[in-house]
């Protein structure tokens, strides 16, 4: 049931798009003096050596992170800042998982929530960020500890909900988490990542989440290759429900160029969709 270890898979191009929308969002929530908190319910170890065992493994990093030239991708200079806070060179051998990437970004008066199952990583977890006083490693079912903190008391927030659907009940258990959240807490900002893997799959969510009522949602997806009924992953996206003002445009322009490039030049795979309005 728990079998499902990121290490294997970070900074491949699923990566990407997650956390270039989460570097965009919390850049956009610092620009105010005001707290906001971070909950993130299926957080990892929130740090990947890309010369590990389980990285060499799959080498799927070469396909992601691996390929992108920072000089080609100067819109994406804060997501490299990032990324190179973690490194002692421009050579990448430490990837930052979500975690990581909001722990760059929380001021003293944020907080970060940080949940994870997997008993191993969680002792990762709670290792990488014991040090880090307005950061909580929680071993706790994320969906649950979601519950429990929104609305927070800052009134502006932050959530992530990305498991790794390896239980097909995640498609529906995360759009019924998100319905529920934003009843509670309906000014934060929720970004769910999903897999391509079924389109089937993705559809039943978009449309789940169009039909709860909710406002101001748009989808950002990255593809590599077209939709197959082969297994593996052809596409992964992020559903962002009240992004910032700013992240649409950005997103429109940088993923055909992204697709592209990791496609070797071949016609882009992606989405940037409005799934439903402001009113």
Not at 23 to 49: C, M, N, P
Not at 84 to 108: C, E, H, M, V, W
Not at 138 to 166: C, N, T, W
Request: aromatic share 12%; hydrophobic share 35%; charged share 25%.
């Amino acid at each position: 049931m728990l079998s499902y270890r990121h290490s294997f898979h970070a900074g491949n191009f699923a990566d990407l798009v997650k956390h270039i929308v989460l570097v965009e969002i919390l850049q956009h929530l610092t620009q105010k003096d005001t707290a906001f908190e971070y909950i993130d319910t299926h957080s990892g170890v929130g740090l990947y050596d890309l010369q590990s065992s389980d990285s060499q493994k799959l080498h799927e990093y070469t396909e992601g992170i691996g390929k992108l030239n920072f000089e080609e991708f100067p819109e994406l200079s804060r997501y490299f800042d990032v990324i190179k806070s973690f490194n002692d060179s421009d050579t990448i051998k430490f990837y930052p998982g979500s975690p990581s990437i909001a722990q760059y970004f929380l001021r003293t008066q944020d907080r970060g929530w940080l949940f994870e199952l997997h008993p191993k990583d969680y002792e990762l977890l709670q290792s990488n960020f014991s040090r880090c006083r307005n950061i909580r490693a929680r071993h706790q079912d994320g969906f649950k500890g979601l519950m429990a903190l929104v609305p927070p008391k800052s009134r502006r927030g932050l959530v992530l909900i990305d498991p790794s659907y390896e239980i097909k009940s995640d498609y529906n258990l995360v759009i019924d988490a998100v319905i529920k959240a934003h009843k509670k807490f309906a000014q934060g900002i929720y970004c769910i990542w999903y897999p391509v893997v079924d389109r089937q799959n993705i559809q039943k969510m978009e449309k789940k989440i169009i039909q709860s009522g909710i406002k101001n949602i748009q989808r950002f997806e990255l593809g590599v290759t077209e939709d197959s009924s082969q297994s593996g992953m052809t596409s992964s996206g992020m559903i962002v429900i009240n992004p910032p003002w700013k992240l649409f445009d950005k997103m429109s322009q940088l993923l055909p160029k992204l697709s592209r490039h990791l496609r070797d030049n071949n016609q882009p795979i992606f989405k940037c969709e409005v799934l439903v309005g402001e009113s």
